[in-house]
């Protein structure tokens, strides 16, 4: 089993900056890929970034110029920036995490963080 803990989630000004950070734990050398999804009211959960083993890092088109992520392997952590948050960035994130073990694929998901945005 892997543990995923957000933090980082806040109430913020349309234009401000957050910082998202995702704590790994339990089985973490099964981890193959660690990043990001957002759900928004009323949405579906859509993907926002990740990064895997190798350090590849896959961003969703509409977070270009704005967001970037960032993984620590040794803290087996990810953390997600927003610059020039807009309204329609309010939602919950969640750390995802793609794991392998005894021949398998697992996904695992944290609780989530709350961003939300005042104009």
């Known amino acids: 089993q892997v543990q995923l803990v957000e933090s980082g989630g806040d109430s913020v000004r349309a234009g401000g900056s957050l910082r998202l950070s995702c704590s790994a734990s339990?089985?973490?050398?099964?981890?193959?890929?660690l990043g990001w999804f957002r759900q928004g009211s009323g949405k579906q959960r859509e993907f926002v970034a990740d990064?895997?083993?190798?350090?590849?890092?896959t961003l969703a088109d509409f977070t270009k110029g704005r967001f970037a992520i960032t993984r620590d392997f040794g803290q087996d952590k990810v953390y997600l920036q927003i610059n020039g948050i807009r309204p329609e960035d309010a939602a919950v994130y969640y750390c995802?995490?793609?794991?392998?073990?005894?021949?398998?694929?697992?996904?695992?998901w944290g609780q989530g963080t709350l961003i939300s945005v005042s104009s």
């Open positions: 995802h995490a793609s794991a392998f073990w005894q021949g398998y694929a697992h996904e695992f």
């Open positions: 339990g089985n973490v050398d099964s981890i193959a890929t």
């Open positions: 990064v895997t083993l190798t350090g590849q890092e």
